[in-house]
């Protein structure tokens, strides 16, 4: 028997003019699923889903889940070629895009996005019912970031993505009087997230131009945002606009959550955010396959927090064996919300397995308290007869003041070198950073080269492009010749 979703007072949208609300909004969407259900949308069609954050897209990401669709969001900045091979992978039947919008399907399987965010049903205000849809197996359809190889299809089921919703407002304490302001794409993990977040919770969402962070503020200011979403790089520009426009402190005041993820949280940004902001960066640790695993709260910000009730986690060595508070090792997670699989080339679904430990690549401890504190991927290299973790090293190195990456490149005499990239606007030379940094490294860990840049080049989703720095230093990349 499907569980019935219980509903609290309509939800609102936020844009900066004509905000839909209450029976408004439920037109808005009302009227999108009727044209969709025109052209030949039907319950169990694939859609990919291509465009950039706005009111439009909220409204026809509302109307395919009420007509019992499979969502695949991808970003709308990749190329078109990406897109083809996504939706083909996917076996999509429609794409949603914005403006032409490339695609191998023909001219009758492409709906736009074009007025659906202001065309309302004047015959329908019943609220869009979501239940069918959190029941799909494949209700959605995301895409790994591709930071470990080609990305992939990830297949989500409503009943996962619906339990990690309602375990994160339940951590968080969202509230229906809360305003959240996203400053993320809704086209990836996190963003999509906070509209689910919103949808369930029943308050208000703030659609901002997240690209032009300075308008994005300006607005969240104006509607008293109270929960703010982003990826580090974000957090420090905001930090940089805060001081160039203090005004725009007195408008943040009613922040509550400061929510971060996307990406490892080097410890200079919280610091500096603390002191200016007056509250702590809330960071997670989530993953496309498993949705949020833990997360800070306001009454507990520490780490990345401890696991989301019914979710457990522990941290392996590399027998496999479980380690003790404060040793770093890999981090293994069980899950009720674990993807049901992947997709394979051919878009057939390969299964996951649910009945173990979900082996997460990805390198960490657990403290004294129960914690998860995330030091990055677990990509272990070999040095002077030392195993070390590249981000284990950048996230220590970050003790210098700004952020560091840490890119190995293969050396037959060492095993491996190490050069250590710090992110510094202002410019100053290799020498001084090497003095910042040689006392918070043991001997064995210290840089063979030290490279300075004003900023690190970022993927889409916030992290850092690691690929395209090396390129731009000219480091070859493990197992390539240097």
């Excluded at 500096?272 to 960071?283: C, N, Y």
């Excluded at 833990?294 to 522990?314: E, F, K, N």
């Excluded at 004294?368 to 677990?378: E, F, I, S, T, W």
Aim: proline share 8%.
């Amino acid at each position: 028997m499907t569980e019935q979703t219980v509903l609290a007072p309509a939800p609102r949208l936020a844009a900066g003019s004509g905000d839909p609300d209450g029976a408004t909004l439920n037109q808005l969407i009302a009227a999108a699923a009727r044209e969709f259900r025109r052209r030949g949308v039907r319950a169990g069609d694939r859609v990919l889903v291509r465009g950039d954050n706005s009111v439009d897209y909220v409204v026809a990401l509302l109307a395919l889940m009420h007509l019992d669709t499979s969502l695949v969001p991808v970003d709308h900045r990749g190329t078109a070629a990406e897109a083809r091979t996504t939706a083909a992978q996917a076996n999509a039947r429609w794409l949603l895009c914005e403006g032409d919008g490339a695609s191998h399907l023909p001219a009758g399987r492409v709906l736009r996005f074009s007025g659906l965010g202001t065309r309302v049903d004047p015959e329908s205000a019943d609220e869009p019912c979501l239940d069918a849809w959190f029941a799909r197996g494949d209700a959605l359809v995301l895409w790994s970031s591709g930071t470990t190889g080609r990305p992939k299809g990830i297949v989500k089921s409503g009943r996962a993505v619906r339990g990690n919703t309602l375990r994160t407002i339940r951590a968080m304490g969202y509230r229906e009087d809360d305003v959240l302001a996203p400053l993320l794409p809704f086209s990836h993990q996190y963003g999509l997230s906070v509209i689910l977040i919103w949808w369930l919770t029943r308050c208000t969402l703030l659609v901002t131009p997240y690209q032009r962070l300075d308008h994005a503020v300006a607005q969240a200011a104006a509607v008293g945002a109270t929960a703010v979403d982003a990826a580090p790089s974000t957090y420090h520009a905001l930090l940089g606009l805060c001081r160039r426009r203090p005004e725009l402190r007195a408008g943040l005041a009613g922040v509550r959550v400061w929510g971060v993820g996307g990406a490892p949280l080097p410890d200079a940004l919280a610091t500096s955010f603390a002191d200016e902001l007056g509250l702590p960066l809330l960071d997670g640790y989530g993953l496309t396959e498993l949705g949020n695993v833990a997360l800070a709260t306001p009454t507990a910000p520490v780490g990345c927090g401890r696991p989301l009730p019914g979710i457990s986690l522990r941290v392996v060595g590399p027998a496999g064996v479980p380690l003790g508070p404060g040793d770093a090792g890999e981090i293994e997670v069980r899950s009720p919300d674990l993807m049901e699989g992947r997709l394979d080339p051919d878009g057939t679904l390969c299964p996951a397995d649910r009945g173990g430990w979900y082996a997460t690549g990805d390198l960490g401890f657990l403290d004294a308290d129960g914690n998860v504190h995330v030091l990055g991927r677990n990509r272990a290299v070999h040095r002077l007869g030392f195993t070390l973790y590249p981000e284990g090293l950048a996230r220590k190195a970050e003790a210098c003041g700004r952020p560091v990456e840490v890119l190995p490149v293969d050396d037959p005499r060492r095993g491996c070198a190490l050069h250590f990239v710090v992110a510094d606007p202002d410019g100053l030379p290799s020498r001084h950073w090497r003095a910042l940094l040689a006392p918070h490294l043991a001997d064995y860990e210290q840089p063979n080269a030290i490279h300075v840049v004003r900023d690190f080049p970022l993927r889409t989703n916030g992290k850092v492009d690691t690929g395209a720095l090396r390129t731009a230093l000219g480091l070859a990349t493990p197992g390539q010749p240097g």
